[in-house]
Nanobody, 123 residues
């Protein structure tokens, strides 16, 4: 059974860094794309970043380009999202999701989701 578990969220000051993790089980990353999404209170869930399962090509939303980096460790079956230069508007619950093959930043393209981890950027 495909499962995704996020971890690493927390409270960080503006300008700080945080790394969140997405541990996958029940499947291997080689043939799946993993996306990171976030949802702030009162807002829709939005795509942040995605990494393809085959060649590892990465995609980013404009709002995080240059600040966030997605990566994966196939040996640990884990995908990471390194977040630097964090802003208060990055505050949200961060979710990872999986789909076969190609990347997408649209939440409707993903059927398998984790429970999320809270990231709060505040002084």
């Amino acid at each position: 059974q495909l499962q995704l578990v996020e971890s690493g969220g927390g409270l960080v000051q503006p300008g700080g860094s945080l790394r969140v993790s997405c541990a996958a089980s029940g499947f291997t990353l080689d043939y799946y794309a993993i996306g990171w999404f976030r949802q702030a209170p009162g807002k829709e869930r939005e795509g942040v970043s995605c990494i393809r399962g085959t060649e590892g090509r990465t995609f980013y939303a404009d709002s995080v380009k240059g600040r966030f980096t997605i990566s994966r460790d196939n040996a640990k079956n884990t995908v990471y999202l390194q977040m630097n230069s964090l802003k208060p508007e990055d505050t949200a619950v961060y979710y990872c999701a999986a789909r076969r093959y190609g990347c997408s930043l649209s939440r409707t393209d993903f059927a398998s989701w984790g429970e999320g981890t809270q990231v709060t950027v505040s002084s």
